[in-house]
DNA sequence: TTTTACTACCTTGCAATACAAAGTACCTGA
DNA sequence: TCAGGTACTTTGTATTGCAAGGTAGTAAAA
């Protein structure tokens, strides 16, 4: 049994938070976050990442504004609303109580 | 936008690792599983526990043996295979990367 | 001017899997 | 014999990540 896939679950369930952390951080828009979490070792592909922002934008968690690129097409540049906020907030703590779980979990 | 969703979809990523720790721990059938999952509140119904269960048998990572009940059909004793034992260690390495990845991801 | 290359945003079809709900079957005791 | 509980199984649906392909703007080469 291929046991990259079921690394490929585990990521699947934190792509949110990180992207959320990212853009808290930082106004980003979408190479700046696939490049992030590239080197945070949680490779995502533009296909995963724009139907991810757009389900966010509409559900006022994210909102952008366009930004003229010195070389190239304008960018998307995204940030939290502050319902995004709280939202990530929610987020990160589900994600802090998860791992608590888990590792008492498998304990032993 | 719903926050349960986004924790449904982290547990998602955890479920066959806390499953197999558990069948690790103790040779368990389904019922059994389903308590240990929800004292650790990590909700998972038949209908998710069953196909995950033939899903790691059919692969060889879980092997079963039926045990007569005392009161009741008999009942389906999961333990892990050989393989199952290295799958899990596995899985349980790329939890803790995981965790260390995210952790970082989201500092500050 | 036209072509090529690059960057950026977006969409479509597929696959994996958790869940709700319903179904089958066994065992026990009234 | 039948009612209730336990256990295993299957089916249909929804979500979502990904591969692949598409549209379009900018700039530099030909």
């Not at 980003?28 to 533009?46: C, F, G, H, M, R």
Request: proline share 5%.
């Amino acid at each position: 049994m291929n046991i990259e896939n079921a690394k490929q679950q585990m990521k699947k369930g934190v792509i949110e938070l990180c992207v959320l952390s990212i853009i808290k951080n930082n106004e980003s828009y979408p190479s700046d976050i696939i490049n992030e979490l590239q080197a945070a070792k949680i490779i995502v592909v533009e296909g995963t990442l724009y139907p991810l922002l757009t389900r966010l934008k509409n559900n006022s968690i994210l909102s952008y504004r366009w930004v003229e690129s010195e070389s190239g097409p304008p960018r998307k540049y995204y940030s939290l609303t502050p319902e995004g906020e709280t939202y990530f907030n929610g987020l990160l703590e589900a994600w802090q109580e998860l791992t608590k779980v888990v590792n008492k979990a498998t304990k032993q």
